[in-house]
């Protein structure tokens, strides 16, 4: 997931529409499992101000050492997380940093209530405003509020019936939101996953990317 995640975010931060760039950005898997793993420790912080965030994350959500990222809320305005729940279905978190808002593109609103959606990624939607603040890059950054991010899971996005395909419907709707909101995450028709996979696998293998 992360190879195809990481060839993603190539063409995300390297696309335009109408000759301006896309402002957006895309986060792996790591960075999700690793700030996750870290909420026992946060929701026991005496002073959630204080609480240590570790370089790795900080550096990740700064872009140190990567040529292709972009700054978050000054060049970004969508920051895009894979998430999956119990290692069986993938969902699109778009982070809308103007508005502290999370949205949830789920192909398969079944497998979860929105209570039980909402309950599990609360750990993200508390951490990240005290990451982005200890990350900051901007003053926007550094001063914008700690209150935890609203989550609201869209029930308008096209559904899949086999579960391995969360994972690709995932990447499809992560690309088609960067480029057209969530008018072109309504227009994409699950049964063309398979050729647009092998149109990606094309991609990759013309680009070279390891």
Same mark, same amino acid.
Request: glycine residues 4%.
């Given at each position: 997931?992360d190879?195809?995640?990481k ?5 995300l931060?390297?696309? @335009? ?5 896309l402002?957006v950005?895309?986060l792996?898997?790591?960075f999700?499992? #690793?700030l996750c ?6 929701s026991k912080?005496?002073v959630?101000?204080d ?5 790795a994350?900080?550096?990740a ?7 292709d990222?972009?700054q978050?809320?000054t060049?970004?305005?969508y ?7 119990d290692?069986k279905?993938?969902?699109?978190l778009?982070?809308e940093?103007n508005?502290?808002?999370i949205?949830v593109l789920?192909?398969?609103v #079944? !497998? ?5 959606l909402?309950? @599990? !990624? ?6 990240l405003?005290f990451?982005f603040?200890?990350?900051?890059c901007?003053?926007t950054?550094?001063?914008m509020s ?9 029930l ?6 086999a579960?391995v395909d969360?994972g !690709?419907m995932t990447l499809f709707l992560i690309h088609g939101?960067?480029?057209?909101g ?5 227009e994409f028709p699950? @049964?063309s ?5 092998k149109? !990606?696998?094309s991609a990759i ?6």
């Amino acid at each position: 997931m992360d190879a195809l995640l990481k060839f993603s975010r190539h063409i995300l931060r390297t696309d @335009d529409v109408d000759g301006q760039k896309l402002r957006v950005d895309l986060l792996d898997t790591k960075f999700i499992s #690793h700030l996750c793993r870290l909420f026992p420790k946060f929701s026991k912080a005496p002073v959630h101000e204080d609480f240590q965030f570790p370089k790795a994350l900080i550096d990740a959500v700064a872009g140190v050492g990567e040529l292709d990222r972009a700054q978050l809320f000054t060049e970004v305005d969508y920051l895009y997380l894979p998430f999956n729940f119990d290692k069986k279905h993938w969902v699109a978190l778009v982070v809308e940093l103007n508005c502290a808002k999370i949205t949830v593109l789920d192909c398969n609103v #079944h !497998l979860r209530t929105d209570a039980s959606l909402k309950m @599990d !990624l609360q750990p993200l939607a508390r951490m990240l405003p005290f990451l982005f603040r200890q990350a900051a890059c901007n003053p926007t950054m550094s001063q914008m509020s700690t209150s935890p991010f609203s989550i609201e899971r869209s029930l308008c996005i096209p559904q899949v019936t086999a579960h391995v395909d969360s994972g !690709l419907m995932t990447l499809f709707l992560i690309h088609g939101h960067a480029a057209g909101g969530m008018d072109d995450c309504v227009e994409f028709p699950p @049964d063309s996953i398979d050729a647009e996979t092998k149109k !990606l696998v094309s991609a990759i293998i013309l680009a070279g990317v390891p």
